[in-house]
């Protein structure tokens, strides 16, 4: 099975809400290559409903475009450097530097959510991101992401 481009994180960078698999009370998305472009599944539980009966919260759909272009940054720089992600040598963690969130119709309930990054460019440390989430095959936010590689 394919493992995750977040699968990949070291053990200190394994706990976000959104995406560490070391944070068992979180969201645990996983990123994965599709093409030249990269891709996240997620199906929202019921309490993760927004204010508007049946419709996702608009703070899930932000969190799952954050943690999906931040773990697509960190894939897209890999690939750029001709490396290969794997847990011997931990790709860099990358964090928001900007997420611009355009809301374009509500997000359905009950429905897989599909997020989908592709990659603008790459300058130094700096890595932008044209991002999507869709439901039913209609898109349903597009975000625009300035991911900045952490330095330690």
Same mark, same amino acid.
């Given at each position: 099975?394919?493992?995750?481009?977040?699968?990949?994180?070291?053990?200190?960078?394994?706990?976000?809400?959104?995406?560490?698999?070391?944070n068992?009370d979180?969201?645990?998305?996983?990123?994965?290559?599709d093409?030249?472009?990269?891709?996240?599944?997620?199906?929202?539980r019921?309490?993760?409903s927004?204010?508007?009966?049946?419709?996702?919260? /608009?703070?899930l759909?932000?969190?799952? %475009?954050?943690?999906?272009?931040?773990?697509?940054?960190? &894939?897209? @720089?890999?690939?750029? $450097?001709?490396?290969?992600?794997?847990?011997?040598?931990?790709?860099d963690?990358?964090?928001?530097?900007?997420?611009?969130?355009?809301?374009?119709?509500?997000?359905?309930?009950?429905?897989?959510?599909?997020?989908?990054?592709?990659?603008?460019?790459?300058? /130094?440390?700096?890595?932008r991101?044209? %991002?999507?989430?869709?439901?039913?095959?209609?898109?349903? &936010?597009? @975000?625009?992401?300035? $991911?900045i590689?952490?330095?330690?």
């Amino acid at each position: 099975m394919e493992k995750a481009f977040q699968d990949f994180y070291a053990d200190r960078f394994s706990h976000c809400y959104g995406c560490g698999r070391l944070n068992s009370d979180g969201l645990r998305l996983k990123s994965y290559w599709d093409g030249a472009e990269t891709i996240a599944r997620f199906t929202p539980r019921p309490e993760q409903s927004g204010g508007v009966p049946n419709h996702v919260y /608009g703070g899930l759909i932000a969190s799952l %475009l954050d943690c999906h272009g931040t773990a697509s940054a960190a &894939a897209f @720089a890999c690939r750029a $450097a001709n490396c290969e992600m794997n847990s011997v040598t931990p790709p860099d963690r990358f964090v928001t530097a900007s997420l611009k969130v355009d809301y374009l119709r509500p997000t359905p309930m009950g429905a897989e959510l599909t997020i989908k990054g592709k990659l603008r460019s790459i300058d /130094g440390r700096k890595v932008r991101l044209d %991002l999507s989430l869709s439901a039913h095959g209609e898109i349903c &936010a597009r @975000a625009e992401m300035l $991911a900045i590689r952490l330095i330690e």
